[in-house]
């Protein structure tokens, strides 16, 4: 029993020193990686976080529809303009949506999120612009949400003396609209290059060698009792 003890006991000194010879090794190791190592990582982690982004993003298509707001005979031609602006803020209206999802057999409310209007300050026209994760998906709710506000206009055009027509059909896109892998990765690697010169500038400084503990030197007291004998000399001095 006693030399099993002792056995286990040389074993257990032996993983000792093993396991500080390892800390050590370690210690050594993170002492001759460079203070600047946050800077690289975060270029590297942003450059592949926007390739597995750009990777795993289905792809998403625009197409964009235009509708002209003409004056009628009897409306002022000026008043064009401001109907265009009225109608661009309802050609994404409940009642729109839902009259241009049932004509094109679509779900219910598909359309909200897929479709948005703009309008120009300059001209009476209304931009209507689909996504889709096809081309021609894309062109196809820009058309009907366009074909439905100008049903719409129609049943007002007594009382607004405007008149709404599509003047360009969506076409299908050639390319998507979502960043490549390419443009991905150079945006997520400047992103995260301006993280990393974040990180060297606001954490503290690690200082290793034989002058990360240099002590400051305090006064000497070697010329206090020089300082001393003088005085008394002359205390001397001044007696005779």
């Known amino acids: 029993m006693p030399e099993a003890a002792s056995a286990a006991g040389a074993a257990n000194d032996r993983a000792t020193v093993r396991l500080r010879s390892a800390f050590r090794g370690a210690a050594a ?6 203070g600047w190592w ?14 597995v982004y750009a990777a795993t993003v289905p792809p ?51 359309l909200r999120s897929r479709v948005r209007a703009r309008t120009s300050p300059d001209a009476p026209m209304v931009q209507i612009t689909g996504t889709g994760g096809r081309p021609a998906q894309a062109a196809g709710y820009a058309d ?13 055009a007594r009382n607004t003396g405007v ?8 076409a299908a896109p050639a390319a998507p609209v979502t960043p490549s892998a390419p443009v991905a990765a150079s945006v997520s690697g400047c992103a995260g ?10 954490r503290p400084r690690r200082r290793y ?7 400051v030197p305090g006064p000497s007291q070697v010329a206090e009792p020089a300082a001393a004998g003088a005085d008394a000399g002359g205390a001397e001095v001044a007696a005779r």
């Open 29 to 34: 190791l993170l002492r001759r990686v460079p």
């Open 38 to 51: 946050p800077l690289p990582a975060c270029v590297v982690a942003g450059v592949l976080g926007g390739t």
């Open 60 to 110: 998403q298509y625009d197409a964009t529809s235009y509708v002209v707001v003409a004056p009628g005979q009897r409306s002022d031609p000026a008043s064009a303009l401001g109907y265009a602006q009225a109608y661009g803020k309802i050609a994404t209206d409940a009642v729109v949506l839902a009259r241009a999802e049932a004509k094109h057999g679509l779900p219910r409310g598909s």
């Open 144 to 156: 009907a949400v366009a074909s439905s506000l100008t049903r719409t206009a129609e049943r007002s």
């Open 163 to 170: 008149r709404l027509s599509v003047v360009s059909h969506a």
């Open 193 to 202: 290059g301006l993280v990393g010169g974040l990180v060297l500038l606001v």
């Open 209 to 215: 060698g034989p002058y990360a503990a240099a002590a």
